[in-house]
C-alpha cells in the first residue's frame, strides 16, 4: 500500500521538477551557449520553452483523449459479439494507421483542414489509435472464458459483466496500451510543428532551417524529458488500475 | 420442478441434443452422465438459457423459461460450474455476494449470509472473507464456488463437474460434503458429471446420455441391476458390485458396540477388559475417548508382556468417518491390511467399527442382483 503512494509521490515531484527547469530559461541559455560557443543565438526566440511545453501538451491530450475515447470502445466493441465480425478490419486498419508515416498523414490532412493544431490532432488521434485498439482487445481476451461463464450463468447483465468485471480485469493491459500510445504521441506531436500547430516541434523545425543545434536541442531535450515524466505517470496509473491481486505482487 | 419436453439442440448438422425429456422432482438430485460430448453439459445449459433450445419446451417451477428474462430467471437457479469462475479481483466475501448485490439486499444481510455460507462450506469465515482467489487451493476454491451458487438461497442447483478440477482425494471429501448439504437444504440439483463414482454416491437419479440422446433414467441401484441395454451396461462398468457400496455409508453397517480399554490400564486391567475369551481385539482409547490403537488378546497366550499386544496407530490416517462409503472403507481397509477399521468422528472419537463380514452382509443383500447381472453377461 504505501509503496504504490510513494510512486505517485514521485512522480509528482519530477512533476514539479520539470515545470521548474522548463521556466528557467536563463539556465537553458547558459548551459546551450557552452555547448555551442559559435552560435549567437542559442535559445529558440519565437516563444518561451514553458510556452512551447503547454503547446505541446495542449496537442497530445486533445489528440490523445481523442486516441483513447475512440480505442477502447472500438477494441471493447471487437471483441464482443456484436462487433466480432470486424475484428480483423479494425485490427488490420489501426495497424496500418501505425505503418503510415505521420508527417505524411499530416500532409494529407492540412489541405482538407487548414493549417493549426486541428490536422496535427487528427492525425496524431489515428496514428495513436493502435497501441490503444491492440491494449484493448488483449486485456478482453485475457478474461478467462470460466469467469464469463460464471457471470452470465449468475444472471449479470452485459453491461454489469462488462463494467464490474471485464474492465476491471483487462484495466491493466488496457493502461498498458494508452501509455504506449501517449509516449509515442508525445514524440511524434513535435512533426505538428510542420502544420504550424507550434509545441516543441518548432525550435526542432526553426533549428534545422537555420542550422541551429541548440535550438533543436532545445526542443528535443524538453520533449524527451516529457516523454519520460508521462511514462513514470502512466506507469503509476497502470499499477493503481490493476486488479488488487496484482497489485500485491 | 423442472421438466424437458422433447428438447432439441443443433449445432449446424450436428444434433447436441436430441428429443430430449426429462423430469426432475423437487429436492432430488438428477445427475447428467455419459460419454464426453453427449450433450449433457449443452443440456445444463439449456436449463438456464446460457445455450437457447432449437426446438421443445423446458419448464422450471412451472412456468416456461422462455417467458422469463434469461437474467431474471438464472438469479433464480444457483450455478457452479468445473473452472470455478471466481472472480480473481473480488475478495472471497465479495465473490459470495454477487448474486444478493445483484437482487439489491442489503449490506447487513449480505455479510451475515457471507458468513453463513462459509461456514457451511467449512471455511472459516474470519481466515477466508477477505482472501482473493489466487490465494485458494483447488479445493477450497471449488467450495467458494459451491457457497457462491448457494448464495441467494436459490430452490435449485445447477452444477457443471464442479468436483472436476481437483485430486481424487479431495474430490471425496467435497462430495461427501455435497451429500451433508443436500442433506440438510434438499435443493433440486442438475449435476453434469463423467465420473460413475460420483454419480452413484451423489445421485437420486441418473440421466445416462449418448450421442444427444437419453439412453437411461433411473435410480442408481435401478442402472447398476436393470441396465437398460448393453451400452448402460458397459458404461456403468464391471465392477458394478463394488460400485453398490458407494451407495452404502459405513454408519449404516457400523457396530457400535466395540470393546474399548483405556490406554493408561495396566497390562493386566487390558487383558481382563479385552475380556478375551469372547473378544480377540479391543479398541484402545485415551481419556477423551480418542483412539490410540487396539490390544490383541493372542499376545497373551504365548505369556509375554501385555504391553506387546498393543498396537498402535493414528487414527487421522488408519480410520473412517461416519458419513464415508463402504467402498471407501473396505478400500482402506484392503490398503492397510485389516480385516476391520474403527469408525471414528472428526476428532478421532471411538463411534464403533466396521469388520469384513459386515461389507459382506451388504453385498449379499444384493446378491440376487449380482447374480442377475451375471447372467445377463452371459448374453451373446
Known amino acids: 500500500m504505501r509503496r504504490r503512494w510513494t510512486g505517485v509521490t514521485l512522480v509528482g515531484v519530477g512533476a514539479l521538477a520539470f515545470g521548474y527547469v522548463v521556466s528557467r530559461q536563463d539556465w537553458w541559455a547558459t548551459a546551450l551557449s557552452w555547448l555551442f560557443p559559435s552560435l549567437p543565438d542559442v535559445v529558440f526566440p519565437s516563444a518561451s520553452l514553458g510556452y512551447l511545453v503547454m503547446q505541446h501538451l495542449q496537442i497530445v491530450l486533445a489528440s490523445g483523449a481523442i486516441t483513447v475515447a475512440v480505442g477502447i470502445p472500438v477494441g471493447i466493441w471487437v471483441t464482443h459479439d456484436a462487433g466480432r465480425d470486424f475484428r480483423e478490419l479494425v485490427s488490420a486498419t489501426a495497424d496500418l494507421a501505425q505503418t503510415f508515416p505521420p508527417i505524411a498523414v499530416l500532409a494529407l490532412m492540412i489541405p482538407l483542414l487548414g493549417f493549426g493544431p486541428t490536422p496535427a490532432i487528427v492525425a496524431l488521434s489515428l496514428y495513436g489509435l493502435f497501441p490503444v485498439v491492440a491494449g484493448t482487445m488483449a486485456g478482453m481476451d485475457a478474461v478467462p472464458h470460466a469467469v464469463l461463464d460464471a457471470a452470465r450463468g449468475m444472471g449479470m447483465g452485459r453491461w454489469a459483466i462488462l463494467f464490474e468485471v471485464e474492465l476491471p480485469l483487462a484495466a491493466r493491459v488496457i493502461m498498458g496500451g494508452v501509455r504506449t500510445s501517449m509516449i509515442i504521441n508525445i514524440g511524434t506531436a513535435t512533426v505538428a510543428a510542420a502544420?504550424?500547430?507550434g509545441g516543441l516541434g518548432s525550435p526542432i523545425i526553426s533549428g534545422i532551417n537555420t542550422q541551429n543545434g541548440a535550438f533543436l536541442l532545445e526542443g528535443a531535450a524538453a520533449t524527451a524529458m516529457l516523454a519520460v515524466l508521462a511514462d513514470a505517470a502512466l506507469g503509476r496509473v497502470e499499477a493503481l488500475v490493476a486488479p488488487p491481486e496484482e497489485r500485491a505482487a | 420442478m423442472i421438466t424437458l419436453d422433447d428438447v432439441t439442440k443443433r449445432y449446424g448438422d450436428k444434433l447436441a441434443?436430441?428429443?430430449?425429456?426429462?423430469?426432475?422432482?423437487?429436492?432430488?438430485v438428477c445427475v447428467l452422465i455419459g460419454p464426453s460430448g453427449c450433450g449433457k453439459t449443452t443440456t445444463l445449459r439449456m436449463i438456464n438459457r446460457l445455450v437457447e433450445p432449437t426446438s421443445g419446451r423446458i419448464t422450471v417451477g412451472g412456468r416456461d423459461i422462455r417467458s422469463v428474462p434469461p437474467e431474471e430467471l438464472r438469479r433464480g437457479l444457483g450455478y457452479a460450474i468445473q473452472s470455478v469462475g471466481l472472480f480473481p479481483h473480488l475478495t472471497v466475501a465479495q465473490n459470495i455476494a454477487t448474486v444478493p448485490r445483484l437482487l439489491g439486499w442489503d449490506r447487513g444481510r449480505i455479510a451475515a449470509r457471507v458468513g453463513e455460507l462459509l461456514s457451511l462450506v467449512g471455511l472459516d469465515r474470519g481466515a477466508y472473507a477477505t482472501k482473493y482467489p489466487r490465494q485458494l487451493s483447488g479445493g477450497e476454491a471449488?467450495?467458494?464456488?459451491?457457497?457462491?451458487?448457494l448464495a441467494a438461497d436459490p430452490p435449485i442447483l445447477l452444477m457443471d463437474e464442479p468436483f472436476g478440477a481437483v485430486d481424487p482425494l479431495t474430490r471425496e471429501r467435497l462430495q461427501a460434503e455435497f451429500a451433508r448439504i443436500q442433506r440438510e437444504l434438499r435443493k433440486t440439483v442438475i449435476f453434469v458429471t463423467h465420473d460413475v463414482d460420483e454419480a452413484i454416491r451423489l445421485a437420486d437419479r441418473i440421466a445416462l446420455m449418448k450421442d444427444g440422446r437419453l439412453r437411461q433414467y433411473d435410480t442408481?441401484?435401478?442402472?447398476?441391476?436393470?441396465?437398460?441395454?448393453?451400452?448402460?451396461h458397459d458404461f456403468m462398468g464391471v465392477d458394478r458390485a463394488l460400485k453398490r457400496?458407494?451407495?452404502?455409508?459405513v454408519d449404516s453397517v457400523m457396530n457400535a458396540a466395540v470393546p474399548t480399554i483405556d490406554e493408561s490400564s495396566s497390562p493386566e486391567v487390558m487383558a481382563d477388559r479385552a475380556s478375551c475369551a469372547t473378544q480377540r481385539f479391543a479398541y484402545v482409547i485415551d481419556a477423551e475417548g480418542v483412539v490410540q490403537g487396539w490390544f490383541d488378546c493372542r499376545a497373551l497366550e504365548g505369556g509375554e508382556?501385555?504391553?506387546?499386544?498393543?498396537t498402535r496407530i493414528d487414527w487421522r490416517e488408519s480410520t473412517v468417518r461416519p458419513d464415508a462409503s463402504l467402498k471407501e472403507a473396505l478400500s482402506r481397509m484392503l490398503e492397510l491390511g485389516f480385516r476391520s477399521i474403527a469408525v471414528t468422528?472428526?476428532?478421532g472419537h471411538l463411534l464403533g467399527d466396521v469388520a469384513l463380514s459386515g461389507i459382506e452382509g451388504a453385498f449379499s443383500e444384493g446378491d440376487s442382483h449380482i447374480a442377475s447381472a451375471g447372467t445377463e453377461e452371459q448374453r451373446p
Open chain 2, 17 to 28: 441434443v436430441d428429443g430430449l425429456s426429462l423430469e426432475v422432482g423437487e429436492g432430488e
Open chain 2, 345 to 347: 468422528d472428526d476428532s
Open chain 2, 142 to 149: 471449488q467450495r467458494v464456488g459451491v457457497a457462491r451458487a
Open chain 2, 245 to 249: 457400496l458407494v451407495r452404502v455409508r
Open chain 1, 195 to 197: 502544420a504550424g500547430a
Open chain 2, 305 to 310: 508382556q501385555a504391553d506387546a499386544g498393543v
Open chain 2, 220 to 232: 442408481p441401484e435401478g442402472l447398476l441391476d436393470h441396465p437398460a441395454d448393453k451400452f448402460v
